[in-house]
Each structure stands twice: as C-alpha cells, then as structure tokens.
C-alpha cells in the first residue's frame, strides 16, 4: 500500500509540474509580442547608441571610435550650446511642474466635491488633452501673434500693449509654458489626484471637523498627507515630462527667437538630424538619461521626508 501511495504522489507531483511547465510556456508565448517589441526597438537601440556615443558616426561614413571625446566636447564647452540648452530646460522644469502639479491638484479637490454638473467640468477640463500637440502649438501661435494676434487686439481694447510673446526673448519661454498648463493640467494628473482624493476616508474628515479643524487645516492635516504617495507619483511623472520639452517648442518657436526656447532635447534633435553628428548626438541622449535619472534618485531621497503610506513616513 505504501508503494503504492508513493507511486500516486509521485504521478501527481510529474502532472503539476507538466502543468505548470505548459502555464509557463503559455504565459512566455503571451508576452512574447512585448519582449521582442523591447528588445529590437527599446533596448537594441539603446545599447547601439551607447555604442555610438564613443564613436564618430554620420550615418554616411562609418562608425570611428574616438573613446570619450564626444562626452569630454558636451563638457569641456566646445558645444556653446550644451550648458545653456540644459539650463533652459531646467528653468522651464522648475516653473513648469511645480505649477502643474498645483494646478491639477486644486482642480481635483474643486471637482471632487458632489455638485450639480461637476460631470460636465471635468470634461472640459480634460478636453485640452485631447488636443494634438502640433495644432496646440498652432493654437497658441496664431492666439498670441504679436501684430494681429486676438490676445493682443483684446488687450489693446482696453488700452494695454501686449507683449510680444512667442517673438519676444523675455516672454517666449512663460508662454510655453502657459501653453503647457493650458494642455496637461486637466489631463491624467488631475484624474490620479481625483481617485486618490476619493480614496481618503470621510471619518478622517468628520472627525476633524469634531475637533474645530476649518478648510485648510483639513487640507494641510488630512487630504495632503492622506494623497502624499500619489502626489509623490505625480510629481515625478511631471518633472520628468518637464525635462523632456521638444514638440511644444519645436514646433511653435523652433528654439527662438535668439536661442530662448532652446531646450535640450531641441538641441540633441538637431544635432543628429540636421547636423548628422549622430555619435555626439548619442553622447548627449546618454548625458541627459544620467541626469534624469539622477534627479529621479534625489526625489526618492527627499521625498522620505514627506511622503506617507498607509499612516506612516516613508522609511
């Protein structure tokens, strides 16, 4: 009988693991379209350009190693470019994120109260994100023309003269990002914000108003803390989309006027498809995942100081 039993338990466990084998297999077979998608369009060209980087290449000629000299020209200052397209990136970050992550926010809590056609505002909210980045570049092109723009003659009804926005040095990078806001802040970050505003618990809020708590400490004491973790989500999402500025930009200014919208990832553009210098241009898309990914780190590091989950910090 014992021989027997273990002849069964032996059967079963060859039957489970043959199972499991064909569940294996199936799930590979299943995600095989992803895999082959990452490597021959994601990860192949990533270590190509890696490559590259250390390389003189036009796309003519073939590659000619040349070790570190494209990284050493980003650095050095022999690209007149490289530093002030990158601070031009950041600048438009730091005035950029900070105002849209706000700016979704309050839409959020203004839209997450129960109120008769709150349905109707948050499709209008959303509907600019519908919006093709090329006509919102057009959009904003023709709105703020300097001469016979409608934003100016409006302002010149009423006796002011408008600025010349998209054509001024000064204004050229605020209206970009205004534009900017005007397409993303009623977009996916203030639908993550709603859910997770409607994800706080209402006893939190009622015990809260027990104590004497007004708006803004209910604001400051609960909601924010409460929706920390998504905020921190949010936050990242946008300042990564911040530092990567192209379309927008490309489109509407081309880098100008006199370089002032001229943001990295222009610079890296026209670089490899207008100069052909594809192996430096490779060296600078390697600099600025360095970046990114160094400023991604500092913001894990500084956000143990404010982000909460589940009641607790970070740790």
């Known amino acids: 009988m014992a021989a027997v039993s273990g002849l069964q338990r032996g059967t079963a466990v060859r039957r489970r693991s043959r199972r499991s084998t064909h569940e294996a297999i199936e799930g590979y077979l299943l995600i095989s379209p992803w895999i082959v998608g990452f490597l021959c369009f994601t990860l192949g060209p990533m270590l190509a350009s890696l490559y590259f980087s250390f390389t003189q290449y036009n796309v003519i000629t073939a590659p000619r190693f040349i070790g570190l000299a494209n990284y050493v020209r980003a650095f050095s200052g022999k690209d007149l470019l490289f530093y002030p397209s990158l601070a031009r990136t950041l600048e438009f970050a730091a005035l950029y994120a900070p105002a849209g992550v706000a700016l979704s926010l309050l839409l959020a809590i203004l839209l997450n109260r129960q109120l008769a056609g709150v349905s109707l505002f948050r499709t209008l909210f959303f509907m600019p994100t519908l919006t093709p980045i090329a006509a919102t570049a057009l959009l904003w092109t023709w709105l703020l023309q300097p001469d016979v723009g409608p934003v100016n003659y409006l302002l010149g009804q009423i006796g002011v003269q408008g600025p010349r926005w998209l054509a001024s040095e000064q204004w050229a990078l605020p209206t970009l990002v205004v534009a900017t806001l005007w397409g993303s802040v009623g977009g996916s970050r203030m639908i993550i914000f709603l859910a997770g505003l409607q994800g706080v618990p209402q006893e939190l809020y009622e015990a809260a108003n027990i ?16 929706i920390s973790p998504v905020t921190f989500f949010l936050v990242i999402l946008t300042a990564i989309a911040a530092l990567r500025v192209f379309a927008l930009a490309f489109i509407a200014t081309n880098g100008g006027p006199d370089y002032a919208t001229w943001f990295y990832l222009l610079h890296l553009y026209n670089t490899a498809f207008q100069s052909f210098y594809m192996g ?24 143990r100081r404010w982000v909460h989950y589940g009641g607790q910090k970070e740790s």
């Open 211 to 226: 104590d004497g708590a007004n708006w803004w400490q209910r604001l400051r004491h609960v909601t924010l803390p409460m």
């Open 280 to 303: 430096y241009a490779s060296a600078l898309a390697w600099v600025f995942f360095v970046l990114v990914l160094a400023f991604t780190f500092l913001q894990f590091r500084f956000a």
